[in-house]
């Protein structure tokens, strides 16, 4: 049965607004998703009719809401095929990745080696520069194939016994592949080197099984997802979160703490210091069930299909620049236009009530690897119809003619 985009877009009140006197076109939900009913109102619920700290009271308001709290995390878990204790709730997948390379980066030594990939967020590309500043563990970068593939032949030949973790994205943010994450586990595994995955974009667009994957950490965030901002995910198989230290310090993290020693409690709660992001927690929550109830395979093929539809519109506009043609790849147009900066180009769409992305994306070595300072970005949601695929067609060729 084919997805049916019109109903779906009933459930997300911003979608009626209009921008510059036009109707509302977003197309910039690889940024940021927007958020449906279920969301806003389990939010407002929760605030008007049952809100307290968590894990720490023992009346009926903060009952409830620790069991409204757990609930998201067992929707998290479910989503992902993990199990509950092996799912941290963190601020974002940005802190998610953080928290790995603060514990992991504890026990490295100076000549250690990190591999990662050029088409990596600037997310999964920081965190560890701090490793090379401060430790002198040494960076590689898998390098990207013309048409926005991983250099897997590359990728083999750097694995070394120096190698103590992979990081990579399962779908790039700008390129939209979708790289082969369970033969790059298992390669580094094979080596000896620990896994974690950038899952940001493809837990939005496809379906995941961490431990069909066999990683050993993937992080994503609740704001991609349809859900509220401030929370995100740290999966990690049960025996490495097991072996990290924690993160902050603080209440909720520890076991007891006396004026001369202190002891930790197991995770997650190890890594979830202080007062957790409990609303937001419970949104998310209700984004997760709100979707899973959908047919994510035809959401799938919906989003492919305007994708297509764009493409086919577009098809022989000489002065387009697209980057990323792997197949397989994921909705998510990113493109230069002769003549024009991609700041111009996103601000004349605006115009016309279709918001994309324009910028580095937060992926400047991948920019510099095709060649360009910045580009823009239309990507595809669930909410999204052929009317507005087509609409983008006509404002992008429109916008093009401005500055030929």
Not at 118 to 144: C, D, S, T, Y
Not at 259 to 265: F, G, K, N
Request: negative net charge.
């Amino acid at each position: 049965m084919a997805f049916d985009a019109e109903a779906a877009r009933r459930e997300f009140p911003i979608l009626t607004r209009t921008v510059n006197g036009k109707p509302l076109i977003y197309l910039d939900s690889a940024a940021s998703a927007q958020k449906p009913r279920p969301v806003i109102q389990a939010m407002v619920g929760a605030m008007e009719h049952s809100y307290a700290n968590v894990h720490r009271g023992l009346h009926t308001l903060a009952n409830e809401t620790t069991e409204a709290y757990e609930r998201a995390r067992q929707s998290v878990a479910r989503f992902v095929g993990a199990a509950e204790t092996e799912i941290v709730f963190t601020k974002g997948a940005t802190e998610a990745i953080n928290l790995v390379a603060s514990g992991l980066g504890q026990s490295l030594k100076a000549g250690d080696e990190i591999l990662l990939t050029e088409m990596e967020h600037h997310a999964n590309i920081v965190p560890w520069h701090f490793l090379r500043e401060r430790q002198g563990v040494v960076l590689k970068f898998v390098p990207v194939l013309d048409d926005g593939r991983l250099d897997m032949a590359a990728y083999a030949d750097l694995i070394t016994a120096k190698t103590k973790l992979v990081g990579v994205t399962h779908m790039s943010n700008v390129l939209g592949t979708v790289n082969p994450v369970a033969e790059i586990a298992r390669l580094a595994h094979a080596a000896g080197a620990l896994v974690l995955v950038d899952g940001c974009q493809s837990v939005v667009h496809m379906g995941v099984d961490v431990k069909a994957l066999d990683v050993d950490f993937y992080v994503f965030s609740s704001h991609k997802l349809y859900g509220p901002t401030g929370i995100g995910v740290l999966y990690g198989k049960a025996e490495r979160l097991a072996d990290l230290p924690p993160y902050q310090g603080g209440g909720e993290m520890i076991g007891s703490v006396a004026l001369d020693a202190i002891t930790y409690a197991d995770p997650p709660h190890r890594f979830e210091a202080g007062t957790p992001p409990i609303l937001e927690a419970i949104g998310f929550g209700a984004a997760l069930d709100w979707l899973m109830k959908l047919d994510r395979e035809a959401i799938a093929t919906h989003e492919h299909a305007l994708y297509h539809r764009v493409r086919e519109g577009l098809a022989g506009a000489n002065w387009l620049k697209v980057l990323g043609e792997a197949p397989g790849k994921g909705a998510i147009l990113s493109f230069t236009i002769d003549g024009a900066h991609a700041h111009d180009v996103a601000q004349i769409l605006d115009r016309y009530g279709i918001a994309v992305r324009a910028g580095t994306h937060c992926a400047e070595p991948l920019m510099r690897r095709f060649g360009v300072t910045s580009s823009a970005r239309a990507s595809f949601a669930l909410y999204n119809t052929e009317a507005e695929a087509d609409a983008f067609v006509e404002a992008l060729t429109r916008t093009q003619a401005f500055f030929a």
